[in-house]
Structures are given as C-alpha cells and as structure tokens.
Nanobody
Framework: QVQLVESGGGLVQAGGSLKLSCAAS????????MGWFRQAPGKEREFVAA????????YYADSVKGRFTISRDNAKNTVYLQMNSLKPEETAVYYC??????????????????WGQGTQVTVSS
C-alpha cells in the first residue's frame, strides 16, 4: 500500500514556473514507477510525465517536452515535477500516481494503482 500527497500547486502567471512534489508513504517506494497526470474541468485525466523506479528512464507528453522535468529522490520517498514556461491551458488539478513493481512505466491511468488527492495549478494569462 502506498499513500501519496501532492504539494506545490498554486497560481502563477503565464511563462512562470512551479515545482510540484509528491511525498509517498511506505518502505517500497523505490520499487514503484511514478507518474504525473492532470485533469482540467470537463476534460479527461491526461498523462504528463512518468519515471522508472530507478529514475533512469523518463517519459513526457509531447505537449510538455522541453518544459517539464520529472525526477525522484528515493531516499526521501518523493517525486517531483518541475514545470517551466507554463501556459494558461495547463490550468488543471495535477495528480501523482504509483504503479506497482513489475508493471513498469506507463502513460495510461489504468496502469497506476495509487493516486494522490491532487494539487491545483492555475496559470493566469
């Protein structure tokens, strides 16, 4: 069982930056692949970024490549999402998620068993 708590969301102007954090409970955090997703009002939850258990592999949605960076610190049981050059259309609730050992890194929501409560990111124009 893994419990996830996101933080770091807030209000930022277009072009600005935010760094999200996701703190995980549990001794086996380092064996989980982790992902970030977002959901805007009236839209489906969409993939943003993912990272393997070791941090050696990362994946990004095309829309955020070159602007967002996912990373993890297994010693601190925390995964991060650095977001730069934010756009108003990226206003959404951002969720972190954990995929059980053996499932690997995925861009799809159904591969992740554990989810945080989400943190609101609002980008003003």
């Amino acid at each position: 069982q893994v419990q996830l708590v996101e933080s770091g969301g807030g209000l930022v102007q277009a072009g600005g930056s935010l760094k999200l954090s996701c703190a995980a409970s549990g001794r086996t955090f380092s064996s989980y692949a982790m992902g970030w997703f977002r959901q805007a009002p009236g839209k489906e939850r969409e993939f943003v970024a993912a990272i393997s258990w070791s941090g050696g592999s990362t994946y990004y949605a095309d829309s955020v490549k070159g602007r967002f960076t996912i990373s993890r610190d297994n010693a601190k049981n925390t995964v991060y999402l650095q977001m730069n050059s934010l756009k108003p259309e990226e206003t959404a609730v951002y969720y972190c998620a954990a995929a059980p050992p053996g499932r690997g890194v995925s861009t799809t929501t159904y591969e992740y068993d554990y989810w945080g409560q989400g943190t609101q990111v609002t980008v003003s124009s």
